[in-house]
């Protein structure tokens, strides 16, 4: 009796579990046709106003534009970029929280030596990469470099050159130590909070030479108030097609910065093809691409396949170098 119980059982799932495949997919499509139906938040690791928030608010005017709901723009800071970090990868997973985070906040176990934090990157998912904040080498105006050349001559013959960076996790100090490494430059780095600190040292000559964004000097470029002697990207940018890069000037880096939209882990794939196709289409704009070229930022779309492969070799460059440089606990 008990086995044609279960054989009964068994011939009755045979019939439900088509339906219930069916059912799921329907649902996944209604859910894909009317995706969003409501406000999208893009979560932003910085307070307004920096390379980060920009960039964010420049995409998301036209998104919202694209997908028919607002797309407001949410400052998190604090945490060394990982309170935003875990508000996304603990927000549950319908389509409705992004973040659009740099490589700080999308693999926080890369920098552990830096900070702890309560998430790693295996708990978001790679959507796209859209920009890139790019750094350069800048001094002042008046200063007696007009490029990399010149400042290295000087500096290996006056050791000590002192050159304000970000902090030890960003890419200003890893460009400052393969510098020391292949021209025993013997520059010191001075860390410092924000561009907003980087900015005043250049210009009242408390350090020399730092690596602020692009941005944050962009007016006094154009005013010849400052020189950037190279950009720390891999090709030239867009906006500045007349400075040279790091890269091309000899020096190797195996990571670049990148500015991403992430999703919760287990956010449908549906939904991200869509931010991700929405996002293809507003990079190819030839007025998105003025507006973010007017802002000193590049754009560096890579859909979603390509951004995840992206993603990995940046974390592996990045660990690789931490453990080199002894920061790995």
Same mark, same amino acid.
């Given at each position: ?8 059982m ?5 019939f ?34 920096g ?10 005017e ?10 407001? #723009?949410?400052?998190?800071? &604090? =945490?060394?970029?990982? +309170? !935003? ?6 927000? $549950? ?69 002192k ?35 980087? #900015?005043?040292?250049?210009? &009242? =000559?408390?350090?020399? +030479? !730092?690596?602020p964004?692009?941005?944050?000097? $962009? ?22 097609p007349?400075?040279?890069?790091f ?25 991200a ?57």
């Amino acid at each position: 009796m008990k086995t044609k119980g279960c054989n009964r059982m068994l011939i009755g799932l045979s019939f439900l579990l088509p339906g219930l495949f069916l059912g799921m997919c329907f649902f996944s499509e209604a859910h894909a046709a009317t995706y969003p139906d409501r406000p999208i938040n893009l979560v932003v690791p910085f307070l307004p106003g920096g390379v980060t928030d920009l960039g964010a608010r420049a995409l998301a005017e036209p998104l919202e534009k694209l997908l028919k709901q607002p797309v407001l #723009v949410v400052n998190k800071p &604090g =945490g060394a970029t990982t +309170v !935003a970090g875990n508000y996304v990868a603990t927000a $549950k997973p319908d389509g409705y929280t992004f973040g659009f985070f740099p490589d700080m906040a999308s693999t926080p176990e890369v920098f552990s030596y830096f900070y702890e934090a309560p998430y790693s990157s295996k708990d978001l998912k790679p959507i796209c990469s859209a920009m890139v904040p790019v750094l350069g080498w800048t001094v002042k105006g008046d200063a007696p470099w007009n490029n990399m050349k010149d400042l290295v001559d000087y500096a290996r013959k006056n050791p000590g050159v002192k050159v304000g960076i970000h902090g030890r996790s960003a890419v200003g100090y890893i460009s400052m130590v393969v510098l020391n490494r292949a021209e025993k430059a013997g520059l010191i780095d001075v860390p410092m909070d924000s561009d907003a600190k980087i #900015v005043p040292a250049i210009l &009242g =000559g408390h350090v020399p +030479v !730092a690596t602020p964004a692009f941005p944050a000097v $962009k007016s006094l470029y154009e005013a010849k108030k400052v020189k950037v002697l190279a950009l720390l990207i891999e090709k030239r940018a867009d906006f500045a097609p007349e400075i040279p890069t790091f890269v091309e000037l000899g020096y190797k880096l195996t990571s670049f910065p990148y500015l991403g939209i992430f999703a919760p882990k287990g956010t449908p794939d549906e939904v991200a093809k869509k931010i991700d196709e929405s996002v293809r289409k507003i990079v190819a704009e030839p007025d998105f691409q003025t507006k973010i070229n007017s802002l000193g930022i590049q754009l560096n779309y890579q859909d979603t396949a390509t951004f995840e492969k992206s993603h990995v070799r940046y974390r592996e460059a990045y660990r690789a170098f931490f453990k080199e440089e002894g920061l790995v606990k």
